[in-house]
């Protein structure tokens, strides 16, 4: 299993400024993502975060808006650029264990609320 | 593409209540399929997962069973209590080479006791 700290827990920022959000693991894994969870809703991928290269993003997100760094196997950030209210949502870092029986682990998850 | 197609809520029951929340999916080849959890102002858990046809997952007094000819993977429980309240989320994740989940939209549920 894996173990995820995330910080911060929540914060509450001004419009037009950035927030970085970063994601610590216990072990060293290969697939680290990110997701966002807008009030509401379900799980939307934000990217792939690709150890020693760029993130790889989904369909609606770039990374202007969602820069994303790897440097290590155990360790993300995601910054949230040029905030808006629509960018309140709860942010949340993800690891997959590739094994035989693939799980997902997820960290608690960051509530971002900007005003 | 894949989807995960779930009961809509929210879901509102006594204590000691059954409880089924559905689950159906699309997907190519043969999934896994997963029940996360997500409790007030925390991340997500898994709760329970299979990995093949006829397969049951269980944990906690919840159980699923992935039934392929029905594309389903429904979450029960034969008595809930007021600490199962949350959201569930049902899964899948393939197994060619896309390693990414798919999550359903959620399901809101609240226990009264």
């Known amino acids: 299993s894996a173990v995820i700290s995330q910080k911060p827990s929540r914060d509450i920022c001004q419009r037009g400024t950035s927030l970085t959000i970063q994601c610590q693991v216990d072990?060293?894994?290969?697939?680290m993502f990110w997701y966002r969870q807008q009030p509401g809703q379900s799980l939307t991928l934000i990217a792939t975060a690709n150890q020693g290269s760029e993130a790889t993003y989904e369909s609606g997100f770039v990374i202007d808006k969602f820069p994303i760094s790897r440097p290590n196997l155990t360790f993300s950030t995601l910054t949230v650029s040029n905030m808006s209210p629509e960018d309140s949502s709860i942010y949340l870092c993800?690891?997959?264990?590739?094994?035989?029986?693939?799980?997902?682990?997820f960290g608690q998850g960051t509530r971002l609320t900007v005003v | 593409g894949n989807s995960v197609t779930q009961m809509e809520g929210p879901v509102t029951l006594s204590e000691e209540a059954f409880l089924t929340i559905n689950c159906t999916y699309t997907a190519t080849g043969y999934p896994s399929l997963f029940w996360y959890v997500q409790y007030p102002g925390e991340g997500l858990q898994l709760l329970l997962k299979?990995?093949?046809?006829?397969d049951k997952g269980s944990n906690k007094g919840f159980e699923a069973t992935y039934r392929k000819e029905t594309t389903s993977f429904h979450l029960e429980k034969g008595s809930v209590q007021v600490s199962d309240s949350a959201v569930y989320f049902c899964a899948l994740l393939t197994n060619f080479g896309n390693e990414k989940l798919t999550f359903g939209t959620g399901t809101r549920l609240t226990i009264i006791p």
């Open positions: 993800s690891v997959e264990d590739l094994g035989f029986y693939t799980e997902a682990f």
């Open positions: 072990s060293q894994v290969t697939m």
């Open positions: 299979a990995t093949k046809a006829d």
